[in-house]
T-cell receptor, first 117, second 111 residues
Framework: AQSVTQLGSHVSVSEGALVLLRCNYS??????LFWYVQYPNQGLQLLLKYTTGATLVKGINGFEAEFKKSETSFHLTKPSAHMSDAAEYFCAVSDMYSGGGADGLTFGKGTHLIIQP | DADVTQTPRNRITKTGKRIMLECSQTKGHDRMYWYRQDPGLGLRLIYY???????NKGEISDGYSVSRQAQAKFSLSLESAIPNQTALYFC??????????FGSGTRLTVV
């Protein structure tokens, strides 16, 4: 079974500061990893994903994440936070190799990002 | 038009009532999913379907049923709604490899 742990249900940073949202996963096979963002009263929007290949993945809105197999991590970063980044962020894993793949995504519990002016 | 459309967007219903949430997609994806979101719990999978004849239970299927009427339509039913089914419900579609597309969600309140 796969699982996702997001460290910190709330993270607060100052505008212009580094954003670091932590995600650790467990999976018995090489995973596909995703970060989604949810703005207030909206659905989920894909920020970025890792499937295979380069372990540093760049996404939308200046976000990037690095897949580290040895640490089973996929932390999300952004060099300089903007007020518009305030949202809920979800890390998710897909075990592509179970039963032909796609038994859905397993999500972490989410991290609420707060941007201080 | 949105790729994945959920109706209704908001619904308030009474305990014991039957309610159906509908999802339709124009992505042409075979795989469809229903998730529920609760504060502090993230999203949890209720049911998923690989095609019209292949429906599978997810992590939290008790109290729910689904119907895949066509490749593009996947409905979620609560046969007898209870207050702890108050949540935000999302439908999603997928090719299985290249990512998932989510609808805008249905906010359900059971009173």
């Amino acid at each position: 079974a796969q699982s996702v742990t997001q460290l910190g249900s709330h993270v607060s940073v100052s505008e212009g500061a580094l954003v670091l949202l932590r995600c650790n996963y467990s999976s018995s096979v090489p995973p596909y990893l995703f970060w989604y963002v949810q703005y207030p009263n909206q659905g989920l929007q894909l920020l970025l994903k890792y499937t295979t290949g380069a372990t540093l993945v760049k996404g939308i809105n200046g976000f990037e994440a690095e897949f580290k197999k040895s640490e089973t991590s996929f932390h999300l970063t952004k060099p300089s936070a903007h007020m518009s980044d305030a949202a809920e962020y979800f890390c998710a894993v897909s075990d592509m190799y179970s039963g032909g793949g796609a038994d859905g995504l397993t999500f972490g519990k989410g991290t609420h990002l707060i941007i201080q002016p | 038009d949105a790729d994945v459309t959920q109706t209704p967007r908001n619904r308030i219903t009474k305990t014991g009532k039957r309610i159906m949430l509908e999802c339709s997609q124009t992505k042409g994806h075979d795989r469809m999913y229903w998730y529920r979101q609760d504060p502090g719990l993230g999203l949890r999978l209720i049911y998923y379907s690989f095609d019209v004849k292949d429906i599978n239970k997810g992590e939290i299927s008790d109290g729910y049923s689904v119907s895949r009427q066509a490749q593009a339509k996947f409905s979620l039913s609560l046969e007898s709604a209870i207050p702890n089914q108050t949540a935000l419900y999302f439908c999603a579609t997928s090719t299985g490899i290249y990512g998932y597309t989510f609808g805008s969600g249905t906010r359900l309140t059971v009173v």
